[in-house]
Every structure is written in C-alpha cells, then in structure tokens.
C-alpha cells in the first residue's frame, strides 16, 4: 500500500476538530498515511477558504470530509483510493 499525506484543517477550541483528530489517527495506524495539521487561524487564505467548514480532511489534496467527521466514511474513502 503507498504513503499518502492527509492535511486535517482545524483551529483550537472545535471539539468536531478534536473527535476528527481521533479518528484520523485512528486510521493513521491502519493505513499508510502521514498526517499534516494546520490551523486555519496561521493562514488567512485557509480561514477563507475553510472557515465554517472546519474540520476537513484532505488525502493528497482532495476533500474527504468536513464537518461531522465519520469514521466509517473516511475509511471507506481512503480503501477506495489508496487500493
């Protein structure tokens, strides 16, 4: 199975962003990938871009969830396209 990067977009005080972060880290250990935290708050670009969307995931920089994190979703996304 190949490396992937996932970026997990969060800011402090989100407890979605702290659930999701269990999750991918979570998954983390089942999968081959290498997790990049930001902080939307460090990059005015990412708080536009993110703002009410916070936390997101992104494998490789493709959108796999945002919000309500799922486990089974975001499992079921990176078998599909890490093989």
Do not use: H, W
């Amino acid at each position: 199975m190949k490396t992937a990067m996932i970026t997990f977009y969060t800011k402090e005080n989100c407890p979605l962003c702290d659930k999701a972060k269990l999750i991918i880290e979570e998954l983390a250990n089942e999968f081959s990938i290498t997790i990049e935290e930001k902080d939307i708050y460090k990059d005015d670009q990412l708080l536009e871009l993110y703002q009410v969307m916070i936390p997101v995931i992104s494998l490789n920089g493709e959108e796999l969830a945002y919000g309500l994190i799922d486990y089974q979703d975001v499992r079921n996304q990176l078998i599909e396209k890490m093989g």
